[in-house]
């Protein structure tokens, strides 16, 4: 059985890029293993949330926005997961109890679309994967 394509939380995206040690090498092992089999998806949603963080001054870029961008995902080998009318539609319809931002949303219905594995820190989605709903591994 192949392993499970993985999702990077935005965060974890913009970690791994930056080459931060703090996540857990199991998981670091786990996002090399999954590269060589192209399965390492950011959701698109994921741009705009780096977008949004940026232009908030609350994340620095070495370079402007759209080549930070491509190079992260080009250089990376990570494969960007389309905001497709599943999704979206996904996104609204998430089954239990969850929390309203768009782009978590956005994020756990393309993990649960994709039958990927979730990466993340982030306690509410960690919380969410708990009950069930969706496969996720804390970074």
Do not use: C
């Not at 786990?30 to 609350?58: C, H, P, T, Y």
């Not at 494969?79 to 931002?101: C, K, M, R, Y």
């Not at 509410?124 to 996720?136: A, K, P, T």
Request: cysteine-free.
């Amino acid at each position: 059985m192949p392993e499970q394509p993985l999702v990077l939380d935005t965060h974890v995206w913009i970690w791994t890029i930056n080459g931060d040690q703090t996540i857990k090498t199991s998981v670091r092992q786990k996002i090399q293993s999954a590269l060589k089999r192209s399965r390492v998806l950011v959701s698109a949603i994921s741009v705009w949330e780096v977008g949004m963080l940026w232009n908030k001054d609350r994340i620095q870029l070495q370079e402007p926005l759209l080549n930070w961008v491509r190079t992260a995902l080009d250089k990376s080998g990570f494969s960007l997961a389309p905001l497709t009318d599943a999704i979206a539609v996904e996104s609204v319809l998430l089954p239990g109890q969850f929390h309203n931002d768009p782009a978590d949303r956005t994020i756990v219905a393309t993990a649960r679309l994709e039958k990927a594995l979730l990466l993340t820190r982030d306690s509410r989605i960690i919380e969410y994967g708990q009950s069930g709903h969706v496969d996720v591994v804390s970074v």
